[in-house]
Nanobody, 118 residues
């Protein structure tokens, strides 16, 4: 059974940093496009950043310049480094995997809570 397990969330103060991780199992990680989404209470889930199987990355405007998405194919792990965190970054962060050649094969993690508050 495919698993995406996020970790690294927590409570931080504004301006601090967090590094989220997503460990994947039972997929050929290197063949998957990966992404981070977040969902704040009462809001829709939205894309934060994505990275292709080839390593090309894109970012939502609200994190551009403050966050870096990366992947380690040898470890089947996705990362999101978030700097200069703001209260509006507070949300549950989800890892998402989709097989480039067959998009019907897609998976979500269970999420990790990030809370930015003084």
């Amino acid at each position: 059974q495919v698993q995406l397990v996020e970790s690294g969330g927590g409570l931080v103060q504004p301006g601090e940093s967090l590094r989220l991780s997503c460990a994947a199992s039972k997929i050929t990680f290197s063949m998957y496009n990966m992404a981070w989404y977040h969902q704040a209470p009462g809001k829709q889930r939205e894309l934060v950043a994505s990275i292709t199987d080839g390593g090309d990355s894109t970012y939502a405007d609200f994190v551009k310049g403050r966050s870096t998405i990366s992947r380690d194919n040898a470890k089947s792990t996705l990362y999101l480094q978030m700097n200069s965190l703001k209260p509006e970054d507070t949300a549950v962060y989800y890892c998402y995997a989709v097989w480039r050649v067959r998009p019907s094969f897609d998976y979500w993690g269970q999420g990790t809570q990030v809370t930015v508050s003084s």
